[in-house]
């Protein structure tokens, strides 16, 4: 199974303002997932982010609200901006590995919650 | 929208008893993945099965999958406390793409 961090662990945040959550992986995956679980939910796909390539995003969900950056086959950075408390939320990211076996693996999520 | 439903959505259990979960989905799959979630932290994965597979085990975890019936089961034996978790399903369409997640049943094992 991949070893997958997330920065931070949990924030609280003000309204108007934007959080950058980070995501690190301890081996190279081509495809990284960006997930949201709001409370009591289930979990919902933002984005598919692939080194080298604009994020792929899911129906509902923009770039302007939730830029994601992918600088290498480690690592990305999901940013929720001007953020309202309707983003609070569990934030994950997830990877598939090993490659080719379709399993994912998650991080250990990023609790947000805005005032 | 969610691909898949789970049934129930809760589920109360004396240690030591079975649960089973139920999980059903709108679309043809490639695999389906069960997860648990301990507190609202990160998901753990118990077990993946294929399309063209209809039966998988992993120590007190048996999965079946029924392509006919787009539907996949849970079963946890001689459950223990440590098993209270929430479990979800999800569904991948296509090999090594994005997963559809299903609502989630909330197992409670009461010792």
Avoid at chain 2, 79 to 87: E, G, I, V
Wanted: charged share 20%.
């Amino acid at each position: 199974s991949a070893v997958i961090s997330q920065k931070p662990s949990r924030d609280i945040c003000q309204r108007g303002t934007s959080l950058t959550i980070q995501c690190q992986v301890d081996s190279q995956v081509t495809m990284m997932f960006w997930y949201r679980q709001q409370p009591g939910q289930s979990l919902t796909l933002i984005a598919t982010a692939n080194q080298g390539s604009e994020a792929t995003y899911e129906s509902g969900f923009v770039i302007d609200k939730f830029p994601i950056s992918r600088p290498n086959l480690t690592f990305s950075t999901l940013t929720v901006s001007n953020m309202s408390p309707e983003d609070s939320s569990i934030y994950l990211c997830s990877v598939d590995r090993p490659q080719g076996t379709d399993t994912q693996y998650f991080g250990p999520g990023t609790r947000l919650t805005v005032l | 929208s969610q691909q898949g439903e789970e049934d129930p959505q809760a589920l109360s259990i004396q240690e030591g008893e079975n649960a089973t979960m139920n999980c059903s989905y709108k679309t043809s799959i490639n695999n389906l993945q069960w997860y648990r979630q301990n507190s609202g932290r990160g998901l753990v994965h118990l077990i993946l099965i294929r399309s063209n597979e209809r039966e998988k085990h992993s120590g007190r975890l048996r999965v079946t999958l029924d392509t006919s019936k787009k539907s996949s089961s849970l079963l946890i034996t001689a459950s223990r406390a440590a098993d209270t978790a929430s479990y979800f399903c999800a569904t991948g369409k296509a090999a090594g793409n994005k997963l559809t997640f299903g609502g989630g049943t909330r197992v409670l094992v009461k010792p």
